[in-house]
Each structure stands twice: as structure tokens, then as C-alpha cells.
């Protein structure tokens, strides 16, 4: 048995950043959870390290640009202490690959958010709050699963849509019979990026073609499927709506579109679409493997990988229940075991393995190129 959850200390959070509005927006965002806390705010660096010295924070949520200090070189100066602060940066100049994002990551960032300067902060923060919150639990907890108690604590603050708004449910008359060539599907969250890239590497040319979900913002998946690219075996891309699924290649979900599979006689090609969050996430696991159970069935292999909460694990169990052969990643490789584990928990996983055999574990099935 747990302990009560009103007992769990939730993470001391301070936000360091110059708007006004995204700082309070941040506080009352987080107002309904009971597993981080904001317990104060900064408008640049300067004034930050004040108050970190009267509250001493678990996390900090940083801007790049703002007066008197920017970020990195607030992450610089943080970086010269014996126990350093983790630092989650959220700002418009960290675009995956941008020099600030690269500085940011040599600099010891905990975890880098994108936010898209042309959208409002308020819409921003309403879409991609459970990303923030996300970073800020792998953040504290860096190299192993978030306890069960911080999770536990996790306080519901929106309705959490199912695929069913995206895409129908799957059904006997959807069963694929003897039909088309292996198609891999995989899905991941918080930790994924690194995990894709070794999981990747390990797989050779002729691999079946390949979807993947990553929970990443738009902007950054076409730079995260071009860096990829630069040392995978097969070609690596983003999705673009009407893109074949083709032995050999793979392609990586954009970032807040939904992207799914179907099957036209004997291939597959992907739909890329706009639609509500599902499973509070756009790109959705829920909805790829959903629609991978119908285009698929037997014909799939789906993959879920490190992630916090459990997006993916309802549409597994659709897929296993429509004849696909589904692999999770063990608890001691995933930086966050949320995903996996609530995918093995709803009976929709085969075999449970290191993020090292799962490409092994592909390759030993018959597969259909």
C-alpha cells in the first residue's frame, strides 16, 4: 500500500523567466497538481539567484533571453556548484539543432523545450503543460523512473481523450488476413530521443518500413529525423501526409500532427492530420497503434519505449488483440517506465526486454518485406 498522497512533497519549482504572463501562467497552470509546486519566480537570472539562495528549488523552468543574465549564462554559473540545480530551458531560441540548444545540452540542461515564438504564450502553455510537467518529474528523478508515490500524486486536470476522436475503434471485420509486409510501429515519450537513436543504429537496411511516434513539439521532428538520418542504416524522415511505408525507411511523426497508417491492397501509406489531443498528446501513441491494429493486424510489430504516463498501452492491447507481436522496454533501460509499464500492465505486451535486444527481438520474427 501506498502512503497517503496528501504526504508526498511535491518538487519545489522556480521559474526564471521575463514574461509576466508566462510566469503567472506557469503558477496557475500548476495549481492542480500536487506533485510540483512553483514556489517562486524570477525575471532574469540575477534576481533568480536570489531567490534561489532564500528557497533552494528542486527544478528550474529557464528562458534564454532576458536582461542582465541570459540563460546560458546562468546554466554556465550553475554549472560551477558541487550540486548543481537541474535546469529544464523553455524558450523560442532552443529549435532543435540551434546553436542555443546545442550550448544548452553542453551546459548541463536537464531538458530543453521548443516553444514556437508565433504562438501565444497562453495557447502554448495550454497545449504543452503536460510535456513542462513531464520535464520537470525526469528532471528531478534524471536517471531512473519517477516513484510510483510522485506519480500516484498526479492529479487529473483535463479530460484525456481517447483515439476514438481521431479514428474508429478496430473490429473483427478490420482482421487482416494474409495479406500485406511487416510493419513496425513504435512509440515513445520523455527519454526517447536518445533510446530511438541506439534502438535505430542496431537495425539493418532491409528492416520492414517503420512509424514512429516521439512526443515532441513541432519544429523539432524534421531536425530529429534528419540527425537520425546522418548515421541509421535506413532513411530516416518526417512524415509527410500520403508517405508510403516502404522497406528500408522510416518515418517520424511531426510534431503536433496525429499520423496514421493505412493500407491500400498491398501497402501502406500514412495520413498526417490535425485533430484534438488524444491521451492529452499530439502526435498520439494511442492513435498510430490504433490505426495500425485495423490497417495491420498480424502484419504489425509495435514497440513501446521509456515514457511517462501510459499513452500507447490502450492501443497496444488493441493491436495484440488484432494478432501483432508487441515488444515493451525494460524497466532498467527506460529513464521513465510509465509508458511500458502501463502497456504490460493492460495485457497488450509479448516479450519485455533491454532497449539493447529490442532491435534483436525484430529481426527474430518472421518478417515480410
Not at 109 to 119: F, S, W
Amino acid at each position: 500500500m501506498m502512503g497517503n498522497i496528501n504526504q508526498v512533497n511535491p518538487i519545489k519549482l522556480l521559474v526564471i523567466n521575463d514574461s509576466t504572463i508566462f510566469r503567472e501562467m506557469i503558477r496557475s497552470l500548476f495549481i492542480p497538481y500536487r506533485d510540483v509546486k512553483m514556489i517562486a519566480s524570477a525575471p532574469n537570472p540575477v534576481m533568480g539567484i536570489e531567490k534561489i539562495k532564500q528557497e533552494r528549488p528542486d527544478v528550474i523552468l529557464l528562458d534564454i533571453e532576458m536582461s542582465r543574465m541570459d540563460g546560458l549564462s546562468f546554466l554556465q554559473e550553475m554549472k560551477k556548484n558541487a550540486n548543481p540545480i537541474p535546469c529544464v530551458v523553455c524558450s523560442t531560441m532552443v529549435n532543435d539543432g540551434s546553436p542555443d540548444a546545442l550550448r544548452a545540452k553542453d551546459l548541463g540542461a536537464a531538458g530543453i523545450i521548443y516553444r514556437p515564438p508565433a504562438m501565444r504564450i497562453k495557447q502554448y502553455l495550454e497545449e504543452n503543460k503536460e510535456k513542462i510537467h513531464e520535464a520537470i518529474l525526469a528532471a528531478f528523478k534524471p536517471s531512473a523512473a519517477v516513484s510510483r508515490s510522485v506519480l500516484l500524486a498526479r492529479k487529473e486536470v483535463q479530460p484525456k481523450l481517447s483515439p476514438d476522436v481521431v479514428i474508429s475503434k478496430p473490429t473483427e471485420n478490420s482482421r487482416v488476413l494474409e495479406t500485406t509486409k511487416t510493419v513496425i510501429v513504435v512509440g515513445a515519450s520523455t527519454g526517447g530521443t536518445e533510446a530511438l537513436k541506439d534502438f535505430l543504429n542496431m537495425l539493418p537496411e532491409d528492416t520492414p518500413g517503420m512509424v514512429i511516434v516521439q512526443h515532441m513539439p513541432e519544429h523539432f521532428t524534421a531536425a530529429f529525423a534528419s540527425r537520425l538520418n546522418s548515421f541509421c542504416k535506413m532513411n530516416v524522415k518526417e512524415a509527410a501526409d500520403g508517405d508510403e511505408v516502404v522497406t528500408g525507411q522510416v518515418l517520424i511523426a511531426p510534431g503536433n500532427k496525429h499520423t496514421i497508417l493505412h493500407r491500400s491492397g498491398l501497402s501502406y501509406f500514412v495520413e498526417v492530420k490535425d485533430g484534438p489531443l488524444v491521451t492529452r498528446h499530439r502526435p498520439s501513441v494511442d492513435v498510430l497503434f490504433r490505426s495500425a491494429a485495423i490497417a495491420a493486424g498480424k502484419n504489425a510489430i509495435g514497440v513501446i519505449m521509456t515514457g511517462m504516463g501510459d499513452d500507447g498501452a490502450k492501443g497496444m492491447k488493441e493491436m495484440h488483440d488484432m494478432g501483432a507481436f508487441n515488444i515493451a522496454q525494460d524497466e532498467n533501460t527506460c529513464i521513465v517506465f510509465g509508458m511500458p509499464a502501463e502497456a504490460i500492465k493492460n495485457g497488450g505486451v509479448d516479450v519485455v526486454v533491454p532497449l539493447q535486444n529490442i532491435a534483436k527481438t525484430i529481426l527474430s520474427r518472421p518478417l515480410k518485406r
